[in-house]
Structures are given as C-alpha cells and as structure tokens.
C-alpha cells in the first residue's frame, strides 16, 4: 500500500522545511523550485495540495511529489480528479476531465493503481512540528476552517470579518494554506501581508500572542501579478517567501497543445494571473 509520506526523508535532522502548494500539473514549475530547495539544502518538503488541474503534466507532478515530499493533502482539484469536480468553472471542469484521462490512460497497470492510491490517501489536514521548535502548525489546502475549498481573500480582512474571525478560532498559534494561489500572511490583528511589504526581505517574524495565517502562494499558477513560481520556506520563528523562475512558454505551449485545456490557462501564466 503506497503512504503519503516517505519514510526516509521524515527522519530529518534540519530546522527548515520547504512548503509548497498549488503545482496544478505544471512540472517545468515544479522542477524549478525542487532544485532551488536542494540548492538551500533543505530537504524536508511537505505540500498542500492541487498537485494536479489546469496544467498539462499531471502524472509527471504526482510523481515528483511522491518522491520529493515528505506529505502532501488533499486539494479540491486532486479531489475533482478522483471523484467529481463539483462547482468549478467550465474551464476547471474540462481539465478535470482531462486529468483524470490521463490517470487511466496509464498502460503500467501497477503504476495507474499507485498514483490513485497516492491521491486516495491524501489527508485534508496535518498538525506537525515542521521547525522541530515545539511549534505546532496547522497545513490545509484551503481554510482551517473549510480545508479543502474555502477561499481566504486579502479582502477578507476587511470585508469579512466574522469569517475572518471564525477561521481564526481554529488556529492555536500558525496555519499554513494554498488554494488562492496569492502568497502572504494573515495576522489577527486582523491584517494581510503580501511578501512584497514585509520589509526589505520578504521575511515574516512570528509575533507572541498573535496567531497567522500563511498562503505560500502557488508553485504552478501564481496569481499575484508575478509569473515565478512561489514556495516558502519555514524555520524556528519565521517564514520567508521565494520566488522562483521558469520556462513559462514550455508549461503554456504544452497546454495549447492539448485540445481539452484550454488556451487561457497558458495564457495567464505570463502574467501570474
């Protein structure tokens, strides 16, 4: 039976672990920021979902994933994949489709099956001590309150505040999510953080007695305005944001290629929207 996890790197010995979410099928993404992690030497990764949707190299993604990451969760579009993708847009629905198409068009018996596990086994929440500090952090895809599909907006801080509120009542100190592909901190002041006005490097400090919110924005669909991928990387104390380059012309002509995804979804990945 294939776990979401791997063994040999959960017996780690560093204080850093690299977090990254939202890879929606783009390897060229992927690969890039696998190699910026191992040149910082980091080698504990965990990830919070949608490694599949949109992009055009889903079964490369969930492979890289299985081998990279020490856990990965469940995100609605990894969800869509293995049961049906409830509320999405017409161009996330065709995807989804065409996913799941490429999952069961694997000739390798054995292999069809082991990537199915691997997604079937996807948890929707992890609490862990990922600095090794006595830190417990709370990883979903999407809201601690909502794990695998609600949204938390920077607006949220000033347009929902009861929402904002209810989220925060299941954080005990920091929460980690993806799925609005937007990187940035959410305090309980309450405010929002994006990487670029932290200060002179985007580095947050976890402030005692204030509990955050973490999106470590998108590895595969960035939707901040900037195309480079994103990921964070956690250490005792703090979170630092990174952005990462690469060949988005290879991930946007493979999508065009294919006749099921649409051409948006390349096209939007020139200008991280």
């Known amino acids: ?86 509320n999405f847009n017409k161009v996330a629905e065709d995807a989804a489709y065409w996913t799941r198409e490429q999952f069961d068009s694997e000739p390798d018996d054995a292999k069809r099956a082991q990537r199915y596990e691997f997604l079937g086994a996807l948890r929707v929440r992890a609490v862990e001590d990922l600095c090794e500090d006595g830190t417990p952090i709370l990883a979903v895809h999407a809201s601690p309150r909502r794990p695998i599909n609600e949204y938390i907006f920077p607006d949220d801080v000033n347009d929902a505040p009861d929402k904002m509120e209810a989220i925060f009542d299941r954080v005990d100190q920091v929460a980690l999510v993806g799925h609005t592909h937007v990187p940035g901190v959410f305090s309980n002041e309450p405010d929002f953080y994006p990487p670029n006005e932290i200060g002179d490097e985007p580095i947050f400090k976890f402030i005692a007695d204030e509990k955050a919110v973490i999106n470590v924005g998108s590895v595969g669909q960035p939707r901040d305005m900037d195309p480079r991928a994103s990921y964070v990387i956690l250490s005792p104390g703090q979170v630092e944001f990174v952005r990462v380059e690469y060949d988005i012309k290879e991930t946007a002509d493979k999508i065009k290629a294919i006749t099921q995804l649409h051409d948006w979804l390349g096209d939007r990945l020139y200008e991280g929207r």
């Not at 780690?12 to 992927?30: E, M, P, Q, W």
């Not at 949707?53 to 990451?69: F, I, K, R, S, T």
């Open 1 to 86: 039976m294939v776990k979401n996890a791997n063994p040999f790197l959960s017996e780690r010995s560093v204080v850093s672990t690299a977090v990254i979410s939202d890879i929606h099928g783009n390897a060229a993404a992927l690969k890039n920021v696998l190699a910026d992690i191992k040149s910082r030497g980091i080698e504990h990764v965990v990830c919070l979902g949608d490694i599949v949707g949109y992009g055009p190299e889903p079964l490369e993604c969930v492979d890289m994933v299985q081998e990279h990451c020490a856990w990965a969760l469940m995100g609605n579009h990894d969800f869509g994949v293995l049961y049906e993708p409830t």
